[in-house]
């Protein structure tokens, strides 16, 4: 097994910032937001696939809000990194697509630190309850699809009691609730979250996705006590369109809940959003003229999967003709409106330009959540963990699994460099012995990736080595990698152990680099 150190990490520019904007993160979504799902995962974002921040069913939301994935999540952001699952925007970046990035829709959400106690928003996708089966849907957002199309058993519930009292203490330091489907004015979780915030003195603001076939009187009471933004999904302009992909809805009556929706809560606090796929991207201009004609924010989704609804997923041929036919429509639109068909029609043009000269790689693929039980295989591999991810970003190497017992704490040697770190990334010098394999001059107040540039100096090129990665059995905080080169003897061990203060808050981490003489050792066991 190689273990990359990441001492030069190629960085992925942070997409549409510069150093002027004092952006200091690629994307703020595992700064400021959590998105919990309908099988009490917790991601940063709806758009993040195959990494997870934490599960609701085994950790409280404290414990996930300051996890070891959380944190390794901000840390690799914060270099560029984007491998944490967060291919979507690094697609969206590659391909100049600066307008319609998903990060950016998290900047006006940039804490004032960068480890806060409580995020800023999140976002409730409590359950599968719908009542629609979309073309583009299944089962594990729509129980109508699970039962009636799928046939397998309703979806279990996962959000019990105790997730609401941990709930209570996270309200009322949100900026923004918003809450997705399957369909939120009908599910019980999300329901009981609106009553949760309709009675603090100080709410968030509230944003409600729905699919604009529910008008009931509790609908309406939500509506007079929280006064959300209502997001309504209309994915076509014409009857004939729009009902064949919502199946179970009307186009006609939809739009007469929109309007209804506009006629209590105003033109300012209702938007629609708009799956563009190839089923209906001929009336993409009449659907913005829709909004158009309301004054109301429209909104466009990236359709990624399944491949058969995604116009990214064309040949070239065929999205070029798809190109070429909405540049000769071109509508007369104004504010959001023209934003969207600006920055979506554009980014069509720069996805086929990307096909025509074979500058596209990834970004498409992503791991979509399904049940553990689920038969149907997972359509993509999540992306790799980059080897920056660690819990702390002084950590030179990855965290191994947690279950895994590790070969027991190291052997006591007196050929050790001692290093403590802070979480400042500073060195500072407790121990150094004649005979360790890192000389100690300079090394106190040196930079943690400094230091790493020495371990390269002494031992070459990190991807000369070869490692043990393990979580030592005796300590859960404490790992180790051993480093060898060929002919290397004795070997070099790196540990690394993380340190807390008594209110158990991270403090920083202790840095030992030693010898081993690996005989002797053996004799010693004997």
């Avoid at 967060?86 to 590659?94: A, K, M, V």
């Avoid at 709930?167 to 900026?175: G, K, Q, S, T, V």
């Avoid at 603090?200 to 944003?207: E, K, Q, S």
């Amino acid at each position: 097994m190689r273990i990359p150190i990441p001492v030069a990490v190629e960085p992925v520019a942070p997409p549409a910032a510069s150093a002027a904007d004092g952006q200091w993160s690629a994307c703020y979504a595992p700064h400021t937001s959590m998105y919990l799902d309908q099988f009490g995962k917790v991601r940063a974002c709806c758009q993040n696939g195959g990494f997870y921040l934490g599960d609701v069913t085994s950790q409280s939301l404290r414990a996930i809000w300051e996890s070891a994935s959380a944190e390794s999540m901000r840390t690799a952001l914060e270099h560029g990194d984007y491998s944490a699952g967060c291919d979507f925007c690094e697609w969206q970046t590659r391909e100049g697509n600066t307008d319609t990035v998903f990060a950016r829709d998290f900047d006006e959400l940039k804490p004032a630190e960068r480890r806060p106690a409580f995020p800023r928003q999140m976002e409730f996708a409590l359950t599968n309850t719908c009542n629609l089966q979309c073309a583009m849907c299944n089962g594990n957002w729509s129980s109508a699809i699970r039962s009636q199309r799928e046939g397998r058993p309703r979806l279990e519930a996962v959000y019990g009691e105790s997730f609401y009292e941990e709930l209570a203490e996270f309200l009322p330091h949100l900026d923004e609730a918003r809450f997705l489907g399957g369909e939120p004015f009908l599910g019980a979780e999300p329901l009981q979250v609106m009553e949760m915030l309709a009675e603090l003195p100080r709410r968030a603001r509230v944003t409600i996705t729905t699919n604009g076939t529910i008008f009931t009187p509790r609908v309406e009471r939500i509506l007079e006590r929280l006064d959300p933004d209502v997001v309504v999904s209309i994915d076509g302009a014409s009857s004939a369109t729009f009902d064949r992909i919502r199946v179970g809805a009307h186009f006609d009556d939809v739009v007469e809940n929109l309007d209804r929706f506009r006629s209590v809560l105003g033109s300012q606090k209702v938007s629609i959003v708009h799956c563009l796929m190839p089923d209906n991207w001929h009336e993409f201009p009449d659907l913005l003229l829709l909004a158009e004609e309301r004054d109301i924010f429209a909104g466009v989704n990236v359709v990624r999967f399944p491949p058969e609804r995604s116009l990214y997923h064309l040949p070239a041929d065929e999205l070029g003709r798809v190109v070429e036919q909405l540049r000769s429509t071109e509508p007369a639109l104004t504010g959001t409106r023209k934003e969207a068909w600006d920055g979506h029609v554009g980014a069509l043009e720069r996805r086929h330009a990307a096909l025509c000269t074979g500058a596209t790689d990834g970004g498409l693929a992503t791991a979509f959540l399904l049940e553990e039980d689920d038969p149907a295989p997972v359509p993509f591999p999540p992306p790799p963990l980059s080897p920056r991810l660690s819990r702390w970003q002084w950590l030179p190497f990855p965290e191994h699994d947690p279950d895994d017992p590790g070969p027991g704490p190291l052997p006591d040697s007196d050929r050790l460099v001692v290093l403590d770190i802070g979480t400042d990334g500073v060195v500072h010098l407790a121990r150094t012995d004649p005979d360790a394999p890192v000389r100690g001059e300079g090394l106190d107040g040196l930079p943690f990736e400094e230091f790493v540039e020495r371990m390269v100096a002494s031992h070459g090129a990190t991807n000369s080595w070869t490692g043990l990665l393990r979580r030592l059995g005796h300590d859960e905080n404490t790992f180790a990698v051993r480093l060898t080169q060929p002919g290397e003897d004795p070997a070099v061990w790196w540990v690394a152990q993380a340190r807390r203060d008594g209110s158990g808050a991270l403090i920083g981490a202790r840095h030992l680099v030693g010898r081993l003489d690996v005989a002797a050792h053996r004799d010693r066991a004997r």
